[in-house]
């Protein structure tokens, strides 16, 4: 009797299984930001300074004009600028 019911119980916890739900597949579709190519093209840079001049005033003249292709009207850093701006509107 003892052995019956050690095989009822030992066939009752193997019934007592559960199988795993079979795999499913899924394609999930996922939007993802990317970066678009710049239509702009990249403004050239201003010459560099190369060797420094000795006098004081020829200095600030040569300085002078630096800044100004810079920073002046139409200069790098306004077209540089730009170029970023519209680069990264969106």
């Known amino acids: 009797m003892r052995f019956a019911?050690?095989?009822?119980?030992?066939?009752?916890?193997?019934a007592a299984k559960v199988?795993?739900?079979?795999?499913?597949?899924?394609?999930?579709?996922?939007?993802?930001?990317?970066?678009?190519p710049c239509v702009v093209t990249r403004p050239a840079r201003p010459v560099p300074l190369g060797a420094l001049p000795t006098s004081l005033a020829r200095l600030a003249a040569v300085l002078g004009a630096k800044l100004a292709e810079?920073?002046?009207?139409?200069?790098?850093?306004?077209?540089?600028?730009?170029?970023?701006?519209?680069c990264t509107r969106p």
């Open 5 to 14: 019911i050690i095989a009822a119980l030992a066939l009752a916890g193997c």
């Open 70 to 86: 810079w920073s002046g009207p139409g200069g790098y850093g306004e077209r540089a600028d730009a170029a970023i701006v519209t």
């Open 19 to 36: 199988t795993p739900p079979a795999v499913q597949i899924k394609t999930v579709t996922v939007t993802r930001e990317v970066q678009r």
